[in-house]
C-alpha cells in the first residue's frame, strides 16, 4: 500500500469539510420500528451494550484530551471539541435509545472526572519532547478504534439487513456508520504527518514504540467485565471469524509506523493477543453461562 504524503493544510481542510458534511445525526431522524425486538436484542444486546457505552464515554474523552495534549495545536482541538466529540456523543444516545427501544437498560457511562494516571500522564505531557511521543499514541489508539467501530457498524448493518430490520439500520447504524471513516481518516492522516515531518527523533520513535506494546488496551475495556463485553463485539459480530486479518486491518497505521523493519508488515503480538484474550474471555463466560442455563432448561 502506498502512503501519501500528508502536511498540515490538508489535515486543516479535512476536519473543516467533516465538520461542514457531517453535522451530529439529528436524533429526531431515527426510526425506531422494529420487526422483532426481542431477536435483535438477542443478536446485539452484548455489542450494542459495549459501543452505547464507549460512544457516550467521548464526554470523558474530550476532557482527558485536553489534560493530556495541553499544546494542542488548533487543528486537533476543532477536531475533538468541535466535529467528533459532538458527533459520537450523539451516536452514543442514539445506540442507548435503540437498546431502550429493546428492552435493555440504560447504559451506564462513564462520563466522570479525568482519572489520575490521565493527570500524570498530562502533567509530563508538558515536556515537549513527550508531549509528542503521546500525541503519536493518541492518534494510534484513535486509528485502531475507529477502524474497529467501521468493522463492527458495518457487520451490525449487514445482521440487521439479514433480519430485515430497515428502520434501525438506515436511520440509526447506517447513519453512525457513514460518520467513522472520516474520524478514520483524521487519525491516519495525523499520525503520517508526525512521523513523515520529522519532527520525532528516533528514540521518541522507540519510546512510542515500548509504550504501545506495554500500554495497548481496547478501548473502554479497562475491566475483566469490560474486556468480556468487548469480546462480545468480536463473537456475537464475526470479528473472530478472522481475527488476525481484522487485527491488520485495525492496526494498520501503527504496523505501518511503529514496527522495526525487519519485521514487516506482521501483526504486532501485543495486539492480536489483546483482541484473542477478549473474545476468549466472552466464549468462556458464554460457555459458564450455558452450562448453568442448562439444568434450569431441563427443570423447566
Ligand atoms: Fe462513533
Ligand atoms: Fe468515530
Redesign the pocket.
Known amino acids: 500500500m502506498t502512503t501519501p504524503t500528508v502536511d498540515p493544510a490538508r489535515i486543516r481542510a479535512h476536519v473543516e469539510r467533516l465538520g461542514a458534511l457531517h453535522p451530529p445525526v439529528d436524533l429526531g431522524s431515527a426510526d425506531y420500528t422494529l420487526r422483532d425486538a426481542r431477536a435483535v436484542r438477542e443478536r446485539f444486546a452484548g455489542p450494542l451494550e459495549y ?1 452505547a457505552r ?2 457516550m464515554e ?1 464526554e470523558r474523552n474530550v476532557l482527558e484530551l485536553a489534560v493530556l495534549l495541553p499544546g494542542v495545536s488548533e487543528t486537533d482541538r476543532l477536531f475533538y471539541a468541535d466535529v467528533w466529540g459532538p ?2 456523543e450523539h ?2 444516545v442514539l445506540l442507548d435509545t435503540l437498546g431502550q427501544h429493546l428492552g435493555m437498560p440504560p447504559t451506564q457511562a462513564d462520563t466522570g472526572g479525568v482519572p489520575p494516571r490521565i493527570r500524570v500522564l498530562g502533567a509530563l505531557a508538558h515536556i515537549p519532547a513527550v508531549h509528542e511521543v503521546i500525541r503519536l499514541l493518541y492518534y494510534l489508539t484513535g486509528a485502531a478504534t ?1 477502524k474497529s ?1 467501521m468493522l463492527a ?1 458495518q457487520s451490525m448493518s449487514e445482521g440487521l439487513a439479514a433480519m430485515g430490520e430497515d428502520a434501525v439500520r438506515t436511520t440509526v447504524v447506517e447513519a ?1 456508520k457513514v ?2 471513516p472520516g ?1 478514520f481518516a483524521f487519525y491516519r492522516m495525523s499520525a503520517l504527518e508526525l512521523v513523515q515531518s520529522g519532527a520525532l527523533a528516533p528514540w521518541q520513535l522507540h519510546l512510542a514504540r515500548f509504550l504501545r506494546s506495554k500500554t495497548f488496551s481496547l478501548v473502554g475495556a479497562k475491566t475483566r467485565a469490560q474486556q468480556t463485553q468487548f469480546g462480545s463485539v468480536l463473537v456475537e459480530l464475526g470479528m473472530d471469524d478472522e481475527l488476525e486479518r481484522n487485527v491488520r486491518d485495525i492496526v494498520r497505521v501503527e504496523t505501518q509506523l511503529l514496527q522495526a523493519s525487519g519485521q514487516g508488515l506482521a501483526v504486532p503480538a501485543y495486539a492480536l493477543a489483546a483482541f484473542r484474550d477478549a473474545a476468549a474471555l466472552y466464549r468462556e463466560q458464554a460457555g459458564a453461562s450455558a452450562r448453568t442455563r442448562s439444568p434450569q432448561l431441563v427443570a423447566a
Request: proline share 0%; no cysteine; charged share 25%.
Open positions: 459501543m464507549v460512544e467521548v458527533q459520537e451516536h452514543g475507529e467501530a457498524y453512525i460518520q467513522e474520524h
